[in-house]
């Protein structure tokens, strides 16, 4: 199995994605409230959106999604 050797910044925006994904997961695991929608941290949106940007993996998502797998499956 080939293994990814990624670069400082594509690191980055895997770990990004990451903590994105779990505060996601977190908004919804808890009880709903009738009177708010789950939340998502705008700070973990703006990390994610950053780190992919500064990676050059913004718009490549089919390259980012290779890179997570390999690095993280």
Request: hydrophobic share 50%.
């Amino acid at each position: 199995m080939p293994t990814a050797v990624l670069t400082d910044r594509q690191r980055a925006a895997v770990q990004a994605y990451l903590r994105l994904l779990h505060s996601v997961r977190a908004a919804f695991d808890h009880q709903p409230d009738p009177h708010r929608a789950p939340v998502v941290p705008i700070a973990a949106l703006a990390e994610a959106e950053r780190a992919l940007a500064e990676a050059g993996l913004r718009g490549t998502e089919e390259e980012f999604f290779r890179l997570l797998a390999e690095w993280c499956p």
